[in-house]
């Protein structure tokens, strides 16, 4: 079951990089609406430091 969480996160992390590289004006606005709303409304976090992050700080990686 963890292997499926982590292989569904990792396809919404792709999701992501495509909104970013396809239509970078929206993205920044999410962006924007997580920079107001702060820390408490980000999607991701790593699984090592269990440190929750940003769409600003997702990384390069395959699109979907």
Known sequence: MYQA???Q???HMETFRAIRQDFP???EG???IQDDLGE????FRNR???VRFS???????PVR
């Open 30 to 32: 999410l962006c924007r």
């Open 5 to 7: 969480a982590q292989a």
């Open 25 to 27: 004006d929206q993205f």
């Open 9 to 11: 996160i990792a396809r």
């Open 55 to 61: 769409l600003r700080d997702l990384g390069d990686g």
């Open 40 to 43: 408490g409304s980000y999607l």
């Open 48 to 50: 090592t430091t269990n």
